[in-house]
Structure formats: structure tokens, C-alpha cells
């Protein structure tokens, strides 16, 4: 054991040095204390560190062997007898005086002077290094990240030398070095090689800004990670990955790419058929080791063990939505049990699962499951478990979708489906398998496989009418036009989710579609704005639906024949809910003026319109013609529409008559308008000026 009371003998027993003569031998006795590299190191150590005990400062400074114990004290007496450091008995622990941090200071001022004077530069770059700068390695990133030719590089690592150089700075960064190469790339044109060599990024006062924003504040840090990390990959996808044409396009607002930060990283919507994770389990193989593993499920115990887990791996691979096909049939043949036990088993099941990961501030990904006429028996219980989950949650991210049921099941639970829909709930009822934005999941063979849909990628209709001088066989022509780039755009992002899968960068969606051999992926375009477009741009108030009809019939034929053309029958075309609404109205108010629809209620608000909305007054008032006209849209739309039926101002006995009257609409979604406490998260009617529950005047309505 080293003896620590050994460093007592060291004194500071210096005299003050009177004179000329001996002030000239004392900055004589400092320089020599600063010509060794040891001593200079300990006075950094505590400069940083503080006070620290004898033991602590040898250990810092490198001298951890016995044999070097008398060589440390010797260096530490040189510090302590021209009282560049000082002792504090009482404490035992060494500090740094203020002329220490005056040499030390000096010798830092020294060292810079001397690499100038030599000529020397040195780099922090961000592999957090500080390294001698070396015009080589700009020529290789030139050569390397650019494909700039080699005698071209050297020119130009020749200028940026030269030009870094006249820096009046000792110490460079990479990122200085990089922003130098890059404008001068731009002086010289090379706008391609510039675009491939930019760093992505964005500025520190936006992060800062992040940490005031009560949006982001809600999900804590986990919001702010993914904003900005959404925020890098955005950039990447605009001003790296897609063409050029169709980053302007997107910039411009002809058409809106949403998701950008995750829209060739994965897929919006995936079909999954559960049959076989239930019988067998989910292999993860290397992937998600600190997960647990998906087993075959058994009992309704498992069911609450298993599907938390399943939710939060697939929520980690999709940006929109998961159906999770055949689960509850399957479950329901497989397992016997009563009503209450299914109830209990669910909810326990579906609030287990709101902890899953999500990437969107919103809640996306959402998980639906599809319950079919075949699990009748359980319809009732399941719906319940939902119910008792909304009520614990404000925001869902669960939802049930009603498939292939007769209409006296759907009247049988209505009372259910009311008080659900006005507890926030997402549920659709429709004749055939969708997601609940309306996405159909294939045109034959609905159960057989896994399916996944692209759809985020919406053209602006109120644009193009706006620039067809109200001309609708122009408008028609222009729109034709469109959806060539946007094949396109979808084409190339369908190459990189299949790169994804294949990689096993998606590992569970590879695993689930067995590297997409039993699945299908379906392109889908969104068209945003129709309504505007034909009724206050084109003008035909009166034969407004059949110049729908008419638009929506060249979309779909126009895509079809393009994507034959492309080597894909799988492009369709969808009236969706997706970003683009507001998006685009604002673009296009700013540059055109008031292009959109705007009623009293959201005076504030600039939004085209999406899908089909109906009130659910209207539907009591006149059903036929209304449930007609909607059914011949999604019968001419391959891809899908969002139709949401409106039963906010209905009472309970009218909404039940509205959910039975909806019966024969192809698919719909029951909406019922609320907003949430943003101080308590307490749900409540749109009407509401005061929450009931905290007394806060601040709602984000949904």
C-alpha cells in the first residue's frame, strides 16, 4: 500500500523573490517547470477537474505503477515550490492557483503560435478527434462521396488548400472544411457533386427551439429524438434520394410526399395475416435480442403476454397503419372461453399495447383489427375490451374494423359502436378487407397473403384546375400528365422498402412476407382537393358529381395503362386522409389566394378536402341517393377512399339509426368530433370551452 501521507514532506516553503534579479531567475524557474510535458498535464487535470486528493491527481495523470510513485512527487514539488499549485491541508486535496492557470494559459497561447509558425493546421472533426489537417483526405471524399474524377479533385482540393490556408483560426472542424468545399463547388457549377457531398443537419437554434415546444415537450425526449432525426432523413430523402423533378414538384406544391423522413425507409399500411404467428410464433432470429419472443399462442393469458410485444416490434417497421388480420377469428376458434374472460383478456391486451413505440407526434402507427362475420360470438365482448381501453386512453392507437358483417349484427352492437366512437375511437365497418383510411388491400385473394400498400404520395387537384382556365377536359389532360412523375416517384420507393426487406432492415416484415414471395405491394396515388376543384375552381355546381365520376375514371384508366407501361399493374388510385390537405391549401393560398372551402367553424383553418365526408344528418334525411353516389366512387377508385360518416350532432337514438342506415355504404367510418385537454389529456365534446376535469382553455382538437 503506497503511503499517502508521503506527499506531506513536499513544503511551499518558497521565498518571496525581492529584486530585479530574482524575479528575472523566478519566470526563469517557471519556464523550466513548463518545459515538461508531465507537469503541464497536471495542471490541465486540475484546471478541469477541481481539487483532488494526492492519490486521485497520480492516478489522472498517468502514474499508476509503484515505480513511477517518486517520479510523480518529484514533478508535483516542482508545481508546488514556484506555487503554481497549492495543497489545502485541512482537506488534503491539491488545486491549481491563479498563476497556474496564467502559465497554463501561456502554454496553450505557446503551443498555437508555434503550430502557426510551423504551418501546421489541425482538424476536430466529428469523429470527436483533433487531427492534423490533410488535404489528401478532401481529395478522397471528392472522389469517394462525390464520384468526382481524380484530376478534377485535385483542382479543387488545390483551391479549398489554398483557401483554408488564409483561415485566421488554429483549429478547423470538418464540417468548416466541408461548407469551404462546397461553395466552391458552387462557384464553379458542380451543383451535383456539391448535393452529394452536403452535410445533413439542421441548426442549432431549431434543436433548442424543440425543447420549447409543447408538442414535442408531451412525448419528453423521445419527441425531440425522433423530430430530429425525422428532420435528417427528410432531408436526405428531398435533396439526395428522389429525382429532381419530383423534389421541386413536392417543394412547389403540385403534388405533397408525406412522411418525408420516413418514406423510403418503410411502408405506410401492411396487411398481415396472423394465422400463422399465432399457430407458430415470431422467429426474430438476431434481431431485437432485447425483446422477448413471440411464442405460439395458447390461452387468453397469452394473448396479453404476446401482443404487446408483437404491436411494438411491428410498430417500429410501419408509418401509418397495421392490420392485423384474422387474429380475432383465428383466436376465436381456437380459443373457448366466456364472454367476461375474452373481455378481460383484451383489454388487458390493448392497454398493454399503447406503450408501443411510435415515430409520429400524432400516434401512427395505428393497429387495426379486422372482426368478420365469422367470430360473431365474440363481436360483442372484443368491442367492449375496446370501449374500457379508450377510457384510459386519450389518444388511441388501436382500432377495430367491422368486415363482411350482416346488418343485424352491426344494429345488434350499435348501442357499443356509439359509445365507442364518442369516447375517440377508430372504427370502420365495410363488405371487404381495408385499413381504416380506406386503403383497399388487394383487388382477389384477400386472405391469402400479407399485403403492402404505399400511399403516401398525394397530387394536387385544386392546382391544376386553378391552372386550366376552367377548362375541365384541360384540367383532365394536365392531371393525365401528373401521374407519370408520380408513378415514377412511387416506382422508386418501391425499390428501396424491397432493399429494406431484403437487407432484413425491416426484419419482422421480411419474416412476416417471407421476403415479400408470398405478398403483394400495391402503389397507390392519393388525389387531394376534388371537391374544390370541380365545384369552386371548374365551376359546375350543377353537374358537379358526374365531372367527379368523369375525373376520377381518367386518373384510374391513365394509371393503370401507365403502370403497364412501367412494368407494374399494382398503381391505384385513392381519395385517402392523409397531410397533404393543409399542406397544399396553404401553398397555394399564399401564391394563388383562397383556393379552398371555408365555413364558419374553421375560419382558421386552410384544408382541402379529402375523401368523402358525410353528415350524419344528411344520410338520415336522404340515405339512397347519398349511399349510391358514394358506393359508384369507391367502386371507380382502385385504391381506396376515406369515408367518413359525421354523427357529432346526432343523438343516441338518431346515431343508432344512421349506423344502421350506413349499412349498404361499401366501407365507412364513424366520426364523432372531440378534442383533448392538452394539460390533462381529458377527452370531451368539441363545444367545450372549459376542460370539466383541470379547468385549462387549452384543447388540441381532433
Known sequence: MEIEASHDLITQSESKPTGILQAAKRVRMIFSVMASPNR??????????????????????????????????????????????????????????????????LARQIEERSIIESGKMYVRTSRHSIEEFNSNRITQSLVREANMPLEQAHKITEEVENKVYKFQTVYLTSSLIRETVNSILIEHGYEEFRSKLARLGIPGSDISDMFNNPLLSKNGVEGILSETSLAVFSENLLFNMLPKDITDMHLAGELNISNTGLWNLMPDTVFIDTRNIIENGLNFKGKYLSVSRVKPIQTLDDITAVLPVLISVLSRETSREIILDSFVSTISNKIQASDEEIESAFSRAFISSSISRSYSLSGFPVFTFPISAECKSITRPVLAAYLKYLEHTPLPTIAISLVGNDQESLSTNADLIGDIVKHGGILSVSKNYRSNLGVVKTLSDEKSSSVVSLHSLAINLPRLAYQSNKDETYFRARLALMIKPAISALLARKNSILEMIRREMLPITANITQMMQLSKMNLVINLTGIRESVYNILGHELDGEAIIQKVLHTAVEVASDQGKLAGDESIRIAMITDDSSTRLASLDSEKYGNLYNQSDDDAMIKSYSQGLLINGRDLLLNTGPIIESSNLIDKLLSGGVSLNVDISDLTDAEMKDCIDRSFDLNFFRLVYRTKICSSCGTRMPVSSEVCQSCGSTNFAQL
Do not use: M, W
Not at 499549485?85 to 502559465?103: D, F, Q
Open 40 to 105: 503541464i498535464d497536471i495542471l490541465r487535470i486540475l484546471n478541469s477537474k477541481g481539487p483532488l486528493t494526492y492519490s486521485e491527481l497520480k492516478s489522472l495523470a498517468g502514474f499508476k505503477s509503484k515505480k513511477e510513485s517518486g517520479k510523480f512527487a518529484y514533478h508535483l514539488r516542482k508545481l508546488l515550490r514556484q506555487s503554481l499549485v497549492a495543497l489545502n491541508k485541512a482537506e488534503r486535496r491539491y488545486t491549481i492557483t491563479n498563476l497556474g492557470k496564467l502559465v497554463l494559459s
